[in-house]
């Protein structure tokens, strides 16, 4: 157990609707990021947050975006979806971000655009 | 910009051979490279890091990296390969401040 909870595992829904993931990281860990794992892109990098504020951003749509609050949890709010936006999200957290650091990795969500 | 290779989608192996999983990089500057394994249904785990010094990495479950500089290379390896280490690896290279980028990943099959 790597300590960093999502939620939910799954997710099923339709184009044109709005998601929100939601990503706990470990206990003490300030930075939490944000993958896409596609078939056809794999591992793709969306946005890092650091202890509230945003560090680093990736490939993120932006019909996607992303926060980190004050109890240092996220969430990645997913709008007007599309079929192509079918993928396993993964958050990831770290304790300070910097470069350098390994990461730990949630069990990810598998979302399903239907 | 940064990048990482992997020319490899799939390697299989006997268990007890050694293995290899091939990675090259592609960056301006000296680069942090990972590795990581993801088995399936479960979020990637850390197997090993290289950030300076040594350039044969050692890190969990019997894996090793090594670093070559001149071919901008860090492949993985294992003397005896396990069925149990069938999983999908990913190579990952940032460069200091940057997120961590992953390549393709590879399929390691080993068969009994």
């Known amino acids: 157990d790597s300590g960093v909870t999502q939620t939910p595992k799954h997710l099923i829904t339709a184009t044109g609707q709005r998601v929100t993931l939601r990503c706990s990281p470990r206990?003490?860990?300030?930075?939490v990021y944000w993958y896409q794992q596609s078939l056809d892109q794999g591992l793709q990098f969306l946005i890092q947050y650091y202890n509230g504020e945003e560090r680093a951003k990736g490939n993120i749509l932006e019909r996607f975006s992303a926060q980190q609050f004050p109890d240092l949890h996220s969430e990645l709010n997913l709008s007007s979806l599309e079929l192509g936006d079918s993928a396993l999200y993964f958050c990831?957290?770290?304790?300070?971000?910097?470069?350098?650091?390994?990461?730990?990795f949630g069990s990810g969500t598998q979302l399903s655009v239907l | 910009a940064q990048s990482v290779a992997q020319p490899e989608d799939q390697v299989n192996v006997a268990e007890g051979n050694p293995l290899t999983v091939k990675c090259t990089y592609s960056v301006s500057g000296n680069p942090y490279l990972f590795w990581y394994v993801q088995y399936p249904n479960r979020g990637l785990q850390f197997l090993l890091k290289y950030i300076t010094g040594d350039n044969l990495v050692k890190g969990s479950y019997g894996f090793e990296a090594e670093f070559n500089k001149s071919q901008t290379s860090f492949h993985l390896k294992k003397p005896s390969a396990l069925v149990s280490d069938s999983a999908l690896y990913f190579c990952?290279?940032?460069?200091?401040?940057?997120?961590?980028?992953f390549g393709k990943g590879t399929t390691l099959s080993v068969s009994s």
């Open positions: 990831a957290s770290s304790a300070t971000g910097d470069s350098g650091q390994k990461l730990f």
């Open positions: 990952a290279v940032t460069l200091g401040g940057t997120a961590l980028i």
């Open positions: 206990s003490g860990d300030l930075s």
